[in-house]
């Protein structure tokens, strides 16, 4: 990444200087995939540790779902949040939390042609097996869903 920064800063020729920052970009990408095969090892071998805390995870969610709102409509897919509850308490590791929502954010978008929908849903576990019209988001058959279970 270093020398990409710095080819960065003295390159004059806007050709160039896009095919760097395209470089810069996969370089940063590369180095978030390594860092999480190696948080993965850990994770397997027992060494990973997690600062989990008391989070309204609804909250969290909803705000993190709302930050790719600019690239739903740059894709023209609708996005849509799903809760019944407005507070489901839970212990979670805040920053990993938001990783996997990236990660199946993310994928979700790539996955999804234009004028499909993802829909993001959150609710207790029992919310979900007791209510029939969340049964559909509880068994995860609904095409570009995400679901999360407390």
């Known amino acids: ?6 080819l960065l800063k003295t390159v004059k020729d806007e050709n160039q200087k896009s095919e760097l920052i395209l470089i810069y970009r996969y370089a940063r990408r ?24 008391a989070e309204n995870i609804i909250k969290l969610a909803k705000s993190f779902t709302q930050s790719f709102e600019s690239l739903a409509k740059q894709k ?9 509850e407005e507070n ?13 929502l990236n990660n199946l954010l993310s994928n979700a978008f790539k996955f999804t042609d234009e004028g499909g929908i993802i829909k993001v849903a959150v609710c ?3 919310s979900a097996i007791g209510n029939g019209e969340n049964q559909e988001i509880a068994n995860c058959q609904l095409p570009a869903e995400i679901a999360i279970f407390a």
């Open 88 to 100: 489901i308490e839970a212990f979670i590791d805040r920053k990993k939390f938001e990783q996997v």
């Open 30 to 53: 590369l180095r978030r995939l390594i860092n999480q095969l190696l948080n993965l090892s850990k994770l397997e071998a027992g060494k990973l540790k997690l600062n989990t805390k």
């Open 124 to 126: 207790s576990k029992q």
């Open 1 to 6: 990444l270093s020398p990409a920064e710095k």
């Open 76 to 84: 023209k897919i609708a996005l849509n949040f799903i809760s019944e």
